[in-house]
């Protein structure tokens, strides 16, 4: 039985029904990528340094080794864990990065920084609440979001990302303000010179109507059951689908 759903759920589904179905129904356990363990490690370093300071080099060792911990089945392929270590060192060794880094001052609520907030949005039509969590709201009372990146981020792809709109809408529907339905994006660049973007976009309150019906659509697919598959995603092929074995992968 789903008590909930949340952002990255959803996101699944709308690239996938079938993988939304593997994860989510049938359970088939998975490996854990190496993005996911990079992204959780980093996430957890940067909010913990924004938040009370500190060393990044011993923070980061902090929480890679915390995240090591957790994961039991990690994806290496051809790679190893201390490649990745030393790519997280690498970056926050960056004086961009740092400098950046410093500037992010979070709001605080009885002196506790507003980090990985939990919110939770209830769609009209759709009987479970949508979960997730803020990575920051900073001293202005703008949410934001840490992301790492292979390339630098275009304005236009941070305007047409979709979920600012869902923690915009989760925010105000509990009655958190968010100034001009500003968004900011932190996006840090794994590149040979790492660098450090700050891109604010707004959204129009039209978007969370949209957000809305998209959501509610998705659980009538869960509801009734339709879960096809689709080839044609960038998903679809055994590098980046952890369902390819059990899915596509059987007939070919």
Sequence with gaps: MIEHLSYSSISLYLTCPAAWRFRYVEEVPTA??????????????????????????????????????????????????????????????????????????????????????????????VPVPVIGYVDIITEDGVPGDFKTSSRAWSMDKAASELQPAFYLAALNQIGIPTPGMKFRHFVVTKTRQPQFQVLETTRKPEMLLFLY??????????????????????KCNPKYCEFWEVCRGRFV
């Design 32 to 125: 854990t990528s190496t993005a996911l363990v990079f992204g959780s490690a980093w996430h957890n370093t940067v909010e913990d340094y924004v938040s009370n300071g500190g060393e990044l080099a011993a923070l980061w060792e902090k929480h890679w080794n915390a995240q090591m911990e957790r994961e039991a089945h990690v994806d290496w392929g051809t790679e190893t864990p201390e490649q990745h270590y030393n790519e997280g060192l690498r970056i926050l060794s960056a004086q961009e990065v740092r400098s950046a880094l410093d500037k992010i001052i979070p709001k605080r609520e009885n002196g506790t920084a507003i980090i990985e907030k939990k919110v939770s949005l209830l769609v009209p039509g």
């Design 213 to 234: 019906r998209m959501i509610e659509k998705v659980w009538r697919g869960i509801e009734a059951g339709v879960f096809p598959e689709n080839p044609t995603t960038w």
